[in-house]
């Protein structure tokens, strides 16, 4: 696996990757043939894998995906997934890539919410109109790489972005985030409340209260605006901000009483709600990836 980091302007970097694994010799069972490329692993970057010559794998929670040579497979943010080669002599080209988020820490917690409901991972197959779409800025990407021709890094964002429009056409990821600025200004101080304040106990009682709306109005608006109810929302905040403690040496314990969650059951129940992992086994995941 050969790999190469493309930084751009404004903090923007791609991964890019290449594999070539090495033909196995005639008398090698199937079952070795089917070699593990990378484990179970997530990233916060959009990742898009293409086969160039043999047959892949790839395993996420909600299910496998077999691609043959030429296909192309999407596997969006903070999917958990692995990859396998199915036959000797592969090939495959990677590319990761995160833009910078648009607006505040608000409109990056509901951004990512509102992905929750976007598709995990999608197959683009060879011929379709669909992957020829994909496939142009796939290739444009990687040959201004390759050239850097004047204005290659501008052609490579631009790219990124095209590529990110094509899946929202198909309606492979949304972009809610847009239609939705004005009426989040409606309620911008209560969900800075929650960023600000997401290890205190919160209701939607006391946050209703707190900024003059009556209970049930105040929960049909924010439901209306962020797409789910206020505890919900809460308790995302609360993942999202439990996600970097676990990071550090800080205890399971003393980071689910941090977050404002009543017990650490509760924590661990949460949390694998919207990660798909334990915080236990999230931390062990982080921690493997630092010694990589």
């Known amino acids: 696996m050969r790999e190469e980091i493309v930084n751009l302007d404004n903090n923007i970097s791609i991964h890019i990757s290449r594999s070539d694994v090495p033909p196995l010799d005639e008398g090698v069972t199937v079952e070795c043939r089917r070699r593990m490329l990378s484990d179970m692993h997530l990233h916060n970057e959009y990742e898009f894998l293409r086969v160039d010559r043999g047959i892949f794998r790839c395993v996420t929670l909600d299910g496998e995906f077999v691609l043959h040579e030429g296909d ?160 919900n929302y809460i308790n995302f905040v609360r993942v999202s901000k439990a996600e970097k403690l676990l990071k550090t040496e800080t205890s399971l314990l003393k980071v689910a009483n941090d977050m404002g969650f009543s017990s650490l059951s509760y924590f661990n129940r949460v949390f694998k709600k919207y990660k798909h992992y334990s915080p236990g086994e999230y931390k062990k995941i982080i921690r493997t990836r630092e010694f990589e």
Request: charged letters at 25%; aromatic letters at 12%.
């Open 72 to 231: 192309i497979i999407f596997i969006n943010k903070y999917v958990p997934h692995s990859t396998f080669e199915e036959t000797s002599d592969t090939h495959s080209t990677l590319i990761q890539f995160r833009l910078p988020s648009d607006g505040d820490s608000i409109t990056r917690y509901i951004s990512r919410f509102t992905s929750i409901s976007d598709t995990p991972a999608c197959v683009f197959k060879k011929g379709t109109p669909e992957f020829e779409e994909i496939r142009h800025s796939f290739d444009t990407i990687l040959d201004e790489y390759a050239e850097k021709k004047p204005y290659w890094s501008d052609y490579i964002y631009n790219h990124m972005r095209l590529l990110l429009a094509s899946l929202r056409r198909q309606g492979v990821i949304s972009d809610e985030i847009q239609k939705k600025r004005e009426d989040i200004n409606k309620i911008r101080p209560v969900l800075e409340y929650i960023n600000n304040n997401c290890g205190e106990r919160l209701s939607t009682a006391d946050l209703s209260s707190m900024f003059n709306f009556n209970e049930q109005y105040f929960c049909r608006l924010f439901k209306s605006i962020v797409g789910t109810s206020p505890m």
